[in-house]
């Protein structure tokens, strides 16, 4: 394990290599959907203790600094924050990052894809479980989906990289409401994404997942798709393609087919609060150490000190009660 600031690479107890940190710049949203945030949640965190943005650029910095390449600033819905695209140009100017991405639920997005892309955000990923509008209005609670639509369009117009749609998949999701999102994805160009729902706070815990890897199984073959191992990128997916090489259909498997073993991500919350595991509690107080006046060399060690404390695994399947926080609280 790394011991000094001058290290290039965080490598943890279990010899994965960290990579890749995801930002949330907000545990705040303006969708409320069913398996995310009960409709009356009230628990985020006090804008007093959201980190400023140059706090935040301070500390990825630091991450970079030991070898971090991939950011991806998420949420919450990170644009109902004022200023992220100004991150996000703070972000892309940092030496050594290779991959600036966002997480969103596109329902802002037609009036941010331009700048966006400007502030160096290459690709998106973008929250979408249905076309249908009576659909998307009981999974969100929030009647918005030509909002969501349009944003996906500005997007591509602008020209980002890759926009990936990702579909949450549970025991409640028809399969051929995510057929009918295949065929969306594969006209636009964008690469659709299934994810099992995982039992994060009392909210998640009341879907049962769905082995992905059948249903995806199944929609490859109906769309004559091949699976890969080209397009992986940073994440965990595992992708299929066109018969022309197209990525067209990804599948993250939490539950069902875990990818501990190859982990290479860590979050960072909106307090500050560096969370190592998504099934995990085990946690470093970044935010409140900065804010205390702690020297770049001082949170550089917290931080090796977190990675190597970093768990081999997630207990999703053998202990789901235990993560209490919501999905919206520890960043997607």
Not at 236 to 242: E, G, I, K, Q, S
């Amino acid at each position: 394990m790394p011991v000094s600031g001058e290290s290039k690479a965080l490598i943890d107890s279990f010899n994965r290599r960290i990579d890749y940190l995801r930002v949330s710049v907000t545990d705040r949203c303006d969708l409320r959907c069913q398996y995310c945030l009960p409709e009356g949640f009230k628990d985020f965190e006090e804008p007093a203790n959201w980190m400023t943005h140059p706090e935040m650029a301070r500390i990825i910095g630091l991450f970079v600094g030991l070898g971090v390449q991939k950011i991806r600033l998420t949420g919450g819905e990170p644009l109902t924050r004022r200023g992220v695209s100004e991150l996000a140009a703070m972000v892309s100017a940092l030496p050594g990052v290779t991959d600036l991405a966002m997480s969103t639920n596109g329902t802002r997005l037609a009036r941010h894809a331009a700048d966006l892309r400007q502030a160096g955000v290459r690709r998106l990923n973008v929250s979408l479980d249905t076309l249908d509008a009576a659909t998307f209005k009981e999974i969100t609670r929030r009647d918005c989906l030509p909002d969501v639509l349009e944003g996906l369009d500005t997007a591509h117009k602008v020209g980002f990289d890759s926009i990936k749609i990702n579909c949450v998949v549970h025991h409640k999701t028809h399969e051929e409401d995510v057929a009918r999102l295949l065929d969306f994805t594969m006209e636009k160009g964008f690469i659709l994404r299934l994810i099992e729902t995982m039992p994060m706070g009392a909210s998640g815990r009341q879907y049962k997942h769905v082995d992905l890897n059948e249903m995806g199984g199944r929609l490859a073959t109906r769309y004559g798709l091949v699976p890969t191992v080209e397009y992986r990128g940073p994440g965990p997916a595992r992708y299929w393609v066109t018969h022309d090489n197209i990525p067209a259909l990804g599948l993250i498997t939490p539950m069902s087919q875990h990818f501990c073993a190859t982990c290479n991500r860590v979050r960072l919350s909106v307090d500050g609060t560096l969370y190592l595991c998504l099934g995990q509690e085990n946690s470093v107080a970044l935010g409140p150490a900065l804010r205390a006046g702690a020297s770049d060399a001082e949170l550089r060690n917290l931080i090796l000190a977190g990675i190597a404390a970093k768990p081999e695994r997630h207990e999703f399947t053998t202990a789901p009660e235990r993560i209490i926080r919501v999905m919206a609280k520890t960043g997607g």
